[in-house]
């Protein structure tokens, strides 16, 4: 068996072609035959102990990570473009079980305004995950990583705090080796929307960056990280490497981008704006309110800016929606890396600690707003691999852009302490449904022609995009 710093560092990536997600509320055949195809590919399987067996030592923990980011679609357009179908989580979790491990427990962190059980419930993995625990004592069912949710009321955030004990979670703190040090600054500038930026400010400062990952995490002996293929209105794309932001239970530690315009020393907008400075000012102030009156009064205001805005022809907003946002790839990034070679005693080792495997639902992925308001985008495939870093160069492909201008899949590649990579994209290969070879060498993988972008994204892509955004900007969650 290979050592897990020989699998993280591998760049084979194994695609399988799929028709449809079937019943939800049937096993699903088809996807269960493209996982078969890529541990195939990939080397992950024995015939006796299904897809996963020569990857999971028998007795082994193992965590599969979907992505779960919120109940319901910002538009018109359902859960399937949204979230990880639960065709794939139960087929993974299914598969997963043949091979001994001796717990299975499916997890995440999803937006603090997520009904966690309406999801479930909409998506019938609580009927499914309650028969599979009376079935089989291994299966330790779903569970919800949140420390915190909350609800909006009148403008103000009500939050319910502390819904787990700390000891559950594991507080690091990178320091210096943060990816986000470079930018670093004395005035507080770090922000993620519709959060208390003083809360922030304990938690990310010179020298001291912290996270709060969940324990069951890093005990895991095997990480299944089972993302959805999106466009993403901050990060350009999430796939493997922005699935992450789920292992961490507090929003509080994850800046998403800096206040002020390029100009400003921020990368919430290109250039400057004092209509832009002005909102900025008032969501901290309704952000940090405790007050319904007060509350009220500064969403007044806030609206009355974005009319403004809008009528100015804006539409990317103060929420680091766009190309020059340089904060949230590094966030994803410390995450990844505490991910790999973080210890349940909050150190990091200098060696990956555990195997990490991605398998990516693009089945249907979303294109547009994402990640809230995504709009389907039919592939029809599955795809995977050992290396976050790796799959996401994939997926910037197969989403039309070019991955040298999306910030999170570029950086991903560079060195630093705690690598996510030993190769250079010209080492990825593909096998599978869509050809083989090294990734820009495969035409099907580089065909896409007619995506749906989000506004600040568009010159991230290999062709010129046509139209405009109708929409305007809101102030709305997207840590997910």
Known sequence: ??????????????????????????????????????SQELSWGLEANGPFGATIPRGAKVLIKPNFVMHQ???????????????????????????EPSEVLVGDAPLQGCDFNSLLRITGLDEWSKALMEGDNRFKGIRDFRRTTCTFVDGVRVAEEEKQSADRFVLFDLGSESLLEPITDQSASFRVTCYDPRLMAKTHSAGKHQYLVAREILEADLVIDLPKLKT????????????????????????HHRIGGLELGGDCYPGRSKLKQALEFVADQQNMTSSFTMG??????????????????????????????????????????????????????????????????AIVAGQGNGPLAPQPLKLGL???????????WVAAH??????ERIPIAREAMKRFRWPLTSFSPSNIVLSGSLGAGPVHEVPEVNKATSIDYPVGWR???????????TERPRLVELDG
């Open 73 to 99: 679609n910002y538009g018109p357009w359902g859960m399937e473009p949204l979230i990880t179908h639960p065709s794939l989580i139960r087929a993974t979790v299914e598969a997963v079980l043949r091979a």
């Open 459 to 469: 010159s991230a892509a290999r062709y010129a995009q046509n139209g405009d955004a």
């Open 1 to 38: 068996m290979k050592s897990v710093g020989e699998t993280t560092f591998d760049p084979r990536i194994a695609v399988a072609s799929v028709s449809s997600y079937g019943d939800t509320n049937k096993p699903n055949e088809e996807i269960s035959e493209a996982l078969e195809r890529i």
């Open 382 to 392: 599955i795809f995977g691999g050992e290396n976050a870093a790796a799959v996401d």
């Open 296 to 361: 009220r009064l500064w969403r007044t205001a806030a609206n009355q800016i974005y009319r403004a805005l809008h009528l100015k022809g804006d539409r990317l907003g103060i929420e680091g929606a766009w190309s020059g946002n340089d904060t949230i790839w590094r966030t994803c990034l410390d995450l990844n890396r505490i991910l790999l070679y973080g210890r349940t005693d909050a150190t990091m080792a200098d060696y990956p600690e555990r195997r990490v495997i991605h398998i990516v639902d």
């Open 232 to 255: 993403h209105m901050k990060a350009g794309l999430t796939c493997a490497l922005k699935n992450l932001i789920g292992i961490n239970g507090n929003k509080e530690f994850l800046p």
């Open 398 to 403: 197969l989403l039309g852009y070019v991955p």
